[in-house]
């Protein structure tokens, strides 16, 4: 009897079983960087639709494509497809609540002064 990664020594019909470690070399290691963007892209969504940020709404939008391009083919499609929805719905609602473009606050430039 011979199994993956175990050996087998018959004695007097007994059969006693031993393990035998395998090599690192065959250990996949998993790259986890779809899912730490798939949690990412829920988090500002959330910020995106609860504080109308639009700046989360589109990083939402860039990590959830991200999270899109880095998957395998055992992932979860309907989760991601759900985070990709919720992150373009985030950008919506952030537009439909105020239509304007984003401001320029972030630049922090000095108003120009009306004076003579």
Do not use: H
Not at 72 to 85: A, H, L, P, V, Y
């Amino acid at each position: 009897m011979s199994l993956i990664g175990t050996t087998s020594i018959s004695i007097c019909g007994a059969v006693a079983v031993r393990f035998r470690p395998q090599a690192w070399s065959n250990i996949l290691i998993e790259d986890s960087t779809s899912d730490y963007m798939n949690v990412l892209s829920m988090v500002f969504s959330m910020l995106g639709i609860m504080m109308r940020y639009k700046a989360c709404s589109w990083i939402a939008l860039l990590l959830s494509a991200v999270s899109f391009a880095n998957t395998r083919i055992g992932d979860d499609i309907k989760q991601i497809m759900s985070t990709f929805m919720l992150s373009v719905s985030s950008v919506f609602m952030s537009y439909l609540a105020n239509p304007l473009p984003i401001s320029a606050a972030y630049f922090n430039t000095p108003e120009p002064s009306s004076r003579p």
